[in-house]
């Protein structure tokens, strides 16, 4: 399995609500990662997760909080978000973590969920 | 502050066609460059180039790093439709952090 999948595709929500984005991988990779992308923008980092710790965190508001239950599982939990807040959010796993000390390998990116906060 | 800057921002061809696309990049402790295509949705790799002059081929497609100069290239020949995309380099300075260009948009007309 060379995938991942993200759930869900879509979702709208509004600036009180509370909501989740998972992301799931089965390839062994012990590196995931959240990013964010704005229209026509590349992707932007949020958090990085290596061997189910938080490695890197962004600078990113407290209303987007990660989670990383087990190696196959990444979530990012929302709440509160501002409108500004909508984007297209794409997770990504890699082969090695960042803290292997080695070049890891090129990161494999799920569909996305696209966020729509009103 | 790390950057990398990628031209031309957009480019339309025929198919048949060779384009350059090209990547700048100024970071401290470099360890990776990546090419990504990403069309409607998520990116996808195409290669990732860590040694100056060893160039990668696939398929129609080949990438080279210069570390000296700071930049890479993507060439790809003989273009189809289906290379219409936006392509994307990111270089990887401190581990796990990747630096994303604005990115290419590639439009091969028929």
């Known amino acids: 399995d060379t995938e991942v999948t993200q759930t869900p595709k879509h979702l709208v929500m509004g600036m009180t609500n509370k909501k989740s984005l998972k992301c799931e991988q089965h390839?062994?990779?012990?590196?995931m990662y959240w990013y964010k992308q704005k229209a026509k923008k590349p992707p932007e980092l949020m958090f990085v997760y290596s061997y189910e710790k938080l490695s890197i965190n962004e600078s990113v508001p407290s209303r987007f909080s990660p989670e990383c239950p087990n190696s196959s599982l990444l979530n990012l939990h929302l709440h509160a978000l501002q409108p500004e807040d909508s984007a297209l959010y794409l997770c990504a796993s890699s082969q090695r973590g960042p803290d292997s000390g080695t070049f890891y390998n090129e990161q494999f990116f799920g569909p996305g969920t696209r966020l729509t906060v009103l | 502050e790390d950057k990398v800057v990628q031209s031309p921002l957009s480019l339309v061809v025929h198919e048949g066609d060779t384009v350059t696309l090209n990547c700048s990049y100024e970071?401290?402790?470099?360890?990776?460059l990546l090419w990504y295509k990403q069309e409607k949705k998520a990116p996808t790799f195409l290669f990732m180039l860590?040694?100056?002059?060893i160039e990668k081929k696939s398929g129609r497609l080949s990438s080279i790093l210069d570390k000296k100069e700071l930049f890479s290239i993507l060439n790809i020949t003989a273009t189809q439709t289906g290379d219409s995309a936006v392509y994307l380099c990111a270089v990887e300075a401190i581990a796990g952090k990747s630096t994303f260009g604005d990115g290419t948009t590639l439009t091969v007309k028929p």
């Open positions: 860590t040694s100056s002059g």
């Open positions: 390839m062994g990779h012990r590196a």
């Open positions: 970071v401290t402790n470099f360890r990776s």
